[in-house]
Structure formats: C-alpha cells, structure tokens
C-alpha cells in the first residue's frame, strides 16, 4: 500500500485536524443553498480562507446524498508540472490531517484504459487541485473512495470521453475542482467570472477558456457531457477573493456550480413561488403603468439569475389568452419570466393586447424548458415513435415557418398525429410529411403556476 502525504496541508488548509474539521463543518453551515440532486458538481481550490464559503456552497449542495455515494470522480488542472494527457497516481490511498481517502483502484483502471490516461505520479507532486477538496469529500462521504484525475495538456474530448466511461450510477459523483479568473482587479474579475458563468449554465463548452478558468479543460469536458445527457447547470454561488478575504486590486474568483437531470430538476417551492409572483406583478405593473417593473438581479437568489429559456402562458376562464417565450437561454431566469409575461399580455400575435379588466382576472404558469435537442427522424410515423407523451415537448421549423408545443399540450391533445398535426397548423404547414424538409427538436419542461 502506498499512501500519498498531503501536500498543501499548513497553508491552504489547517494541518490540525480539529482545526481543519471546524473549518470545513463551517464552510458547509454557513452555505445558504437547497438540496440539489446532482450529478456533478464544480467547486474552487484555492487556500480555505479565500474560496472555502464558495467550496462549502457546492458541498453543501450534495450534502444530502451522503448515504449513497460510493465512487467519486475527482478531476482538476495541473498547475506545476506540464504533461501531455490525463495524470492518475499510483498510490492507493490521499492523505490529509483528517485521514486517508482510499482510491477506487477499478476506476482507475477504467481510465488507464483510455491512451490519454496515464501513470503520472509526479503529476501529484505537490499539486494542490484535487487535495483541497478532499477534506470536504472525508467529511460529507467518509465510505466514497475516489478517482484522482489530474488534466494536462489535452482536448477536451478527452476529458469527456473518459468522464463518460467513469460516469457510473447514483453511485457515482463527479467533482471539478476549478477556481475562475485570476490576477484581476475586483470589477474586471466579476465580469469575466459572469461571462463564465453563463457559458456553463447554457452548456457552451467552447465558451469555457484558460481566461475564465484555469481547469477550463475539465470544465468544458463535463459541458459537453452534460449536453449529451442534457443536463442543467446551475450557478450556487459566485464570489471572489476580494468577497472573502483579500484585497480587491488583485483577485481570484470562485464559482460554485451544480449539474442535475434536466429532466427531473425542480427549482425549490420557494424560488418557484418568487417566480410566480413576479410574473403577476409585472402585468399589475403593465395594467397600472404600460410596462414592466424595474429589476434588480442582484436581490433574487443565485437560482434565479440562472440563464434559462422560458415560456409564460396566461389564460382568462381556462381558455388561452397568450403564450409568449425564448427557445435558448438568452436572459438570467427571473428576467427572462418578467420579459415573456409583457410579451404574452401584450405583444402574442394571435390575440389583441390585454385590458386592465382581464389582466385582473389572468392565471398564469411558467415553463423552464430543458435545452432543445436536434431529434433525427426519417417520417412523422418515426418522429412521434420517439416522442414521450406527457413528456416531451416539440418544436419543428422549416424554412421561415416554425411552431412549438410545451408538454403540458398533450393534456389538450393526447393523440400523437393530433398533437403533430395541430403543431403543423400552428407553424402555417401543409399536413404533409415533414421528413426531409423540416427539422424537429425535442425538450422537457418544468411547469408550475
């Protein structure tokens, strides 16, 4: 057996282990972020006293899946020693002050199976990426063992490659050890570490460079994953050192960042009720002075300033009245419902603008759409063999001409050919087959009122 010592222990973190067992149980109190069911999870490493709130913010986030995490993927950036490829050690176990964290000797193997992935030792030497989060790992999941990956000089088609085939389970968590921009006064750093963040959260893996984050390769090589998976990323926390604890002239910035099932994710009761009421309040708004409210992001939760597409339907007695919304995220979530619930009272093409009277009277509901997904077909027949009732939601466009139902439409028109049919109509095409002419993309949605 072959137990690696701990590097960084005295300067990035405390050497005592009550010391450092107080510092990361604090970390993890003091974040102010629900339960996420996450997949993967991206979280900064730098010395605890600068970016040990925001690690405790991405942490904390999973805290919940204590019980069931087994394996944990851990990859991050080389920052002293140059190589080409994918670093894992061959020692057996990492060892900080509150113990050893053994290694999951079948992954590894798993990975070394990729001819990117290599035995590296001296790629650990003295690396700090992946030791900061171990303490946090022994705290939350004391039975996880892990699999250290240290990212060199590589494409980030493979560090997505190998990520898929360590992937796993819910057994299986995945940990990017990332900080964001560096060396930057305090405003120029929030503006490059927003721009980051927003590449992350509309899954743009191109977007994602060694300007905005130093394990940018990691980063973007989960980005891609989770656009195969379709994923929704999310922004817990974002601050920097000059937040935390140094001055501002010269700073380091941190983000933390979740990664959960498109699919199945939930925004909690709370933020979707902040949704809601701002949706209400931008027509009592429009009703009394012709135009939305005035936003201040800032005030709403990270959850909410997360860049989302969204669709905001109003109906008057049951019946449509609008339904306005953006295919892409293009605006921070909160301003992007505002913006949608004008459009819809006011500017939907099928409907004269809304009177005060009605605007008094409206229901409204929201939907936060998944990221729209090219689906491949060669007839209708095939087309709506791979649609899900009840589920998936579906746009087509051809040429100039193109229409989108929410999944909350199979309610109204539970037959697939209607349901296909009635979306041909609403995009002004013939009820003719679509294959060959048209495209089609398939989504979910979150929809609540």
């Given at each position: 057996?072959?137990?690696?010592?701990?590097?960084?222990?005295?300067?990035?973190?405390?050497?005592?282990?009550?010391?450092?067992?107080?510092?990361?149980?604090?970390?993890?109190?003091?974040?102010?972020?629900?339960?996420?069911?996450?997949?993967?999870?991206?979280?900064?490493?730098?010395?605890?006293?600068?970016?040990?709130?925001?690690?405790?913010?991405?942490?904390?986030?999973?805290?919940?899946?204590?019980?069931?995490?087994?394996?944990?993927?851990?990859?991050?950036?080389?920052?002293?020693?140059?190589?080409?490829?994918?670093?894992?050690?061959?020692?057996?176990?990492?060892?900080?002050?509150?113990?050893?964290?053994?290694?999951?000797?079948?992954?590894?193997?798993?990975?070394?199976?990729?001819?990117?992935?290599?035995?590296?030792d001296a790629a650990f030497d003295g690396e700090?990426?992946?030791?900061?989060?171990?303490?946090?790992?022994?705290?939350?999941?004391?039975?996880?063992?892990?699999?250290?990956?240290?990212?060199?000089?590589?494409?980030?088609?493979?560090?997505?490659?190998?990520?898929?085939?360590?992937?796993?389970?819910?057994?299986?968590?995945?940990?990017?050890?990332?900080?964001?921009?560096?060396?930057?006064?305090?405003?120029?750093?929030?503006?490059?570490?927003?721009?980051?963040?927003?590449?992350?959260?509309?899954?743009?893996?191109?977007?994602?460079?060694?300007?905005?984050?130093?394990?940018?390769?990691?980063?973007?090589?989960?980005?891609?994953?989770?656009?195969?998976?379709?994923?929704?990323?999310?922004?817990?926390?974002?601050?920097?050192?000059?937040?935390?604890?140094?001055?501002?002239?010269?700073?380091?910035?941190?983000?933390?960042?979740?990664?959960?099932?498109?699919?199945?994710?939930?925004?909690?009761?709370?933020?979707?009720?902040?949704?809601?009421?701002?949706?209400?309040?931008?027509?009592?708004?429009?009703?009394?002075?012709?135009?939305?409210?005035?936003?201040?992001?800032?005030?709403?939760?990270?959850?909410?300033?997360?860049?989302?597409?969204?669709?905001?339907?109003?109906?008057?007695?049951?019946?449509?009245?609008?339904?306005?919304?953006?295919?892409?995220?293009?605006?921070?979530?909160?301003?992007?419902?505002?913006?949608?619930?004008?459009?819809?009272?006011?500017?939907?093409?099928?409907?004269?603008?809304?009177?005060?009277?009605?605007?008094?009277?409206?229901?409204?509901?929201?939907?936060?759409?998944?990221?729209?997904?090219?689906?491949?077909?060669?007839?209708?027949?095939?087309?709506?063999?791979?649609?899900?009732?009840?589920?998936?939601?579906?746009?087509?466009?051809?040429?100039?001409?193109?229409?989108?139902?929410?999944?909350?439409?199979?309610?109204?028109?539970?037959?697939?050919?209607?349901f296909l049919g009635r979306l041909k109509q609403?995009?002004?095409?013939?009820?003719?087959?679509l294959a060959g002419t048209a495209s089609a993309?398939?989504?979910?949605?979150?929809?609540?009122?």
């Amino acid at each position: 057996m072959t137990i690696r010592a701990p590097a960084v222990a005295g300067t990035f973190y405390p050497a005592n282990p009550d010391a450092l067992d107080r510092a990361v149980r604090g970390a993890l109190a003091a974040a102010q972020v629900e339960p996420v069911p996450a997949k993967a999870i991206v979280a900064p490493h730098a010395g605890y006293i600068y970016s040990g709130p925001i690690a405790g913010t991405s942490f904390q986030s999973v805290a919940h899946l204590r019980d069931r995490i087994r394996r944990i993927v851990l990859i991050g950036p080389t920052h002293r020693m140059h190589f080409f490829g994918i670093a894992v050690p061959t020692a057996t176990g990492l060892a900080t002050p509150l113990g050893t964290v053994a290694i999951d000797h079948a992954g590894v193997d798993v990975a070394l199976q990729d001819p990117d992935v290599r035995l590296i030792d001296a790629a650990f030497d003295g690396e700090h990426a992946l030791e900061v989060e171990l303490p946090f790992i022994q705290v939350l999941f004391p039975r996880a063992a892990v699999v250290p990956l240290i990212v060199g000089e590589t494409s980030v088609e493979a560090v997505e490659r190998v990520l898929a085939t360590l992937w796993g389970g819910p057994e299986t968590l995945i940990i990017v050890s990332s900080d964001l921009s560096h060396y930057h006064d305090y405003d120029a750093a929030r503006s490059l570490d927003l721009i980051t963040s927003q590449a992350i959260e509309v899954i743009a893996p191109a977007r994602v460079d060694a300007n905005g984050a130093c394990g940018h390769r990691a980063i973007a090589g989960l980005l891609r994953r989770a656009h195969e998976l379709d994923l929704r990323a999310t922004t817990r926390d974002l601050r920097n050192s000059g937040d935390t604890r140094g001055p501002r002239d010269r700073v380091v910035g941190y983000g933390a960042y979740t990664f959960e099932d498109a699919e199945t994710a939930r925004l909690a009761d709370s933020h979707r009720r902040m949704l809601v009421d701002a949706a209400y309040a931008t027509l009592r708004h429009i009703a009394a002075k012709g135009r939305p409210p005035e936003l201040n992001l800032l005030s709403f939760p990270p959850a909410l300033r997360a860049q989302r597409a969204t669709f905001v339907t109003i109906e008057l007695g049951g019946q449509l009245r609008g339904c306005v919304g953006t295919v892409a995220p293009v605006a921070p979530l909160i301003a992007d419902v505002v913006a949608n619930t004008q459009k819809a009272a006011l500017q939907d093409h099928r409907f004269n603008p809304m009177s005060a009277q009605e605007i008094s009277q409206a229901t409204i509901s929201i939907s936060i759409l998944s990221h729209l997904r090219c689906q491949p077909f060669v007839s209708d027949a095939d087309l709506l063999d791979r649609l899900r009732p009840g589920v998936d939601g579906l746009m087509i466009r051809q040429a100039d001409h193109r229409a989108l139902f929410l999944p909350k439409v199979w309610s109204d028109l539970p037959s697939p050919p209607d349901f296909l049919g009635r979306l041909k109509q609403k995009a002004g095409l013939p009820n003719v087959p679509l294959a060959g002419t048209a495209s089609a993309f398939r989504f979910t949605a979150e929809t609540f009122a």
